[in-house]
Structures are given as structure tokens and as C-alpha cells.
């Protein structure tokens, strides 16, 4: 299975697409790299990763990967999760709520891609275990080549989604990441 396209995300995201269509200007135009990882646009300078582009159902954001570091003296930025110790987002409600702000979401911009050329970022911890979900575990039993594309991943990937199902509290959440999850490892095969 192939990776999905950036233009193709910005197609399937719905009534998403004006409001992505001019995210993905603005980050085009600060000059970063534009690639998809984790089925998602992700844009990075000099090989690193900066910031993210996506969309869910009540709102599209952007992720700031080493966001800790970020001045955020407008109060945008949210902590993504408990554990994601560098990783901010900034959420967005409408494609006006865009216009409005993008001399502040250039001004991040610039301010991340600096941090990164000064070499401010936290390290994951590559020592700490990867917890796969039961859930996971029983479907790499029932399809060895899916468990065999797992193993292929990178670490970083494995842990990414792996947490991803480990962080949902609600049966219902944990089943659609998942499949989710499954989704993704397929086309990363």
C-alpha cells in the first residue's frame, strides 16, 4: 500500500479542505520541506521535523514537535498529551480564525525553525519499553505479516503507535485507533 499524499489528506479532510489548503501555504512559504509522516503532513527543516498539519472533526491544528521551547507569549499553544514532553498544537475552528492569526502563525514558524537551527529538542527516551496494546498483540497473532511490517517500523514509530491506542481511556476509542493504527502500518509497508 502507498502513502497517501498531502494533497490527497487535504481532499478527504471535508469541510476541512479551504482551511488546510491555506495552512499548507503559510508553512510552504516559510521555506521547510514539505513531506507525510503518520499519514499526516509533516513539514521540517534540514531533515527534522518542525511542525505538523491536521484535521479532526471539531477543529484542524498544527503540531509543533518541539513546541516546549516556543516563546508562545500569545497563549495558542496547548500540551498536546501528558507524555509528549516537547510536543505543542495550536487549533484552529475556522479557515477566518486562520486568516486572522497568520502574522502570529508565521511568527511560530520562524521561531520553531530557529529553535531548530540552534539545536533546542528533546530527546526521546530510546530505553523506555514500547507497550503493545492486547489489542494489537492479538491481531499480530491472527496476521503474521502484519506483525512482520510492525517490526519493520522504526522505533520511534512503533512507540508513536503504540501510544496511540495505549492513551484512548474508552473501549470505542481504542477499537477505531486500531484500526487506525493497522491502517497506517500497512501503508508505511
Known sequence: ??????????????????????????LLDSGMDETVKWGMPVYT???KNIVGMV?????VGLWFYQGV?????????????DDTRGLRQWRFQSED?????????IEYLEEAIENQKMGKEIK??????????EELQI?????PWLRGAFDALSKSMKRQYTQHINRAKQPE??????KQVIRLIKKEA
Open 1 to 26: 500500500m502507498g502513502k497517501i499524499s498531502v494533497v490527497e489528506y487535504i481532499l478527504k479532510s471535508g469541510s476541512w479542505e479551504s482551511s488546510l489548503n491555506l495552512l499548507r501555504e503559510i
Open 45 to 47: 527543516w534540514n531533515g
Open 55 to 59: 484535521a479532526f472533526k471539531k477543529y
Open 69 to 81: 521551547f516556543l516563546n508562545d507569549k500569545h497563549k495558542f499553544l496547548l500540551a498536546a498529551e
Open 97 to 105: 480564525e486562520i486568516r486572522d492569526r497568520i502574522e502570529h502563525i
Open 124 to 133: 526521546p527516551d530510546l530505553n523506555k519499553p514500547i507497550l503493545v496494546p
Open 139 to 143: 491481531e499480530f497473532s491472527n496476521d
Open 173 to 178: 476509542t481504542r477499537e477505531r485507533r486500531l
